[in-house]
């Protein structure tokens, strides 16, 4: 009986080892840089960029943002030069999810308050299998361009 629990055991670790090895690719890891707000010119909807970098194996989404500043933060997604809603946004393995002007990026709707200028305001990013990212995203001028392009 001894014998074929110990041959059980080393059968399941085996089985368990040889799982893990799967395809080799490694998590998501994720990075967020270049974030940034354009000061508001309404008082109840704004902008936000930024860049999420994956330096890992495995790809992630973007799934919802959330931000005290706004009742709501939706992902937009540009196609063609017409902006839709999106449920998310991938972030592929190895790769980048640019959030820029003119293409995919945040909406701020139903601002509590109008962030100024100098100002930080703090955002959260959900992703569906990295959890959250916390960002302070800068307010900067209305006409700001940044020098990464987005």
Do not use: W
Not at 5 to 21: D, I, P, R, Y
Not at 37 to 47: L, N, Y
């Amino acid at each position: 009986m001894r014998r074929s629990t110990v041959a059980c055991a080393a059968a399941l670790t085996g089985a368990l080892v040889l799982a893990g090895c799967g395809s080799g690719d490694s998590a998501a890891e994720l990075s967020v840089s270049a974030a940034y707000m354009p000061q508001p010119v309404s008082d109840s909807m704004a902008a936000g960029f930024l860049t999420i970098t994956n330096k890992g194996g495995t790809k992630d989404e973007l799934t919802s943002v959330t931000s005290e500043v706004a009742g709501s933060v939706t992902v937009h997604e540009t196609v063609g030069g017409a902006m839709q809603e999106v449920d998310s946004l991938d972030v592929p393995a190895g790769g980048r999810l640019q959030l820029a002007s003119g293409g995919n990026h945040l909406m701020f709707e139903n601002l509590k308050r109008k962030p100024r200028q100098g100002e930080k305001v703090a955002v959260e990013l959900h992703f569906a299998d990295s959890g959250t990212i916390e960002v302070e995203m800068p307010v900067e001028a209305a006409t700001y361009t940044p020098p990464t392009g987005n």
